[in-house]
């Protein structure tokens, strides 16, 4: 099992450009969530989702889209990116019910200049 | 939303030593989890805890849930360079753990 995969691991992007990261979990987890890093600001949830179909908004979910067609793939959409929008991006799944812990991909480090 | 702090933000301690980081919220959990994430690294799961009080030990790691289900620890005994990393606590931000709101970190260094 590959778990939870995210791509692509680095991107630059300059400011009003658009981007989508993927993220896709073999694990046929329902639950699955991204979340930005920030130094000194620990994981800040933009959107998650309970199934395919369902989605709904986190801490932070301004300037981000997101859908869940299949239980597989959750991609995340910046529509015009800002310098605000530099971080670290996880993409996490859980088996539905979240009481197992989240398994979290590796990350996507995002520049925008 | 729910809010947790967790404290202290940094430690640093001789290797050997004990660490303990603490998570506190203002209102009654149905649960808490915690997670480890190395430097340049990804947050992996450690544990959930669900009753009141509860203790669960892994290895030299010993994880509490208050009696009040308010806060909770986790400390590590004698510490080793492989427990580097950034130590979370995550509690449930909404009805259910759909949507975790995570502490902002403990970042544990040691001086071999």
């Known amino acids: 099992n590959a778990g939870v995969t995210q791509t692509p691991k680095f991107q630059v992007l300059k400011t009003g450009q658009s981007m989508t990261l993927q993220c896709a979990q073999d694990m046929n987890h329902e639950y699955m969530s991204w979340y930005r890093q920030d130094p000194g600001m620990g994981l800040r949830l933009i959107h998650y989702?309970?199934?395919?179909?369902?989605?709904d908004q986190g801490e932070v979910p301004n300037g981000y889209n997101v859908s869940r067609s299949t239980t597989e793939d959750f991609p995340l959409r910046l529509l015009s990116a800002a310098p605000s929008q530099t971080s670290v991006y996880f993409c996490a799944s859980s088996r539905t019910g979240g009481y197992y812990g989240y398994t979290f991909g590796s990350g996507t480090r995002l520049t925008v200049v | 939303g729910q809010q947790v702090m967790q404290i202290p933000q940094y430690q640093h301690v001789q290797e050997g030593e004990d660490f303990t980081t603490y998570c506190n919220s203002s209102?009654?959990?149905?649960?808490i989890q915690w997670y480890k994430q190395r430097p340049g690294g990804h947050p992996v799961f450690l544990i959930q805890l669900v009753k009141s009080g509860e203790v669960k030990k892994q290895k030299r790691l010993t994880f509490q849930f208050g009696e009040a289900k308010k806060n909770s620890s986790l400390h590590i005994t004698a510490t080793q360079t492989t427990d580097v990393g950034t130590y979370f606590c995550a509690v449930p931000g909404g009805f259910g753990n759909e949507k975790l709101t995570f502490g902002t970190g403990t970042r544990l260094t040691i001086i071999p």
């Open positions: 209102t009654t959990l149905s649960n």
């Open positions: 989702s309970v199934g395919a179909g369902i989605t």
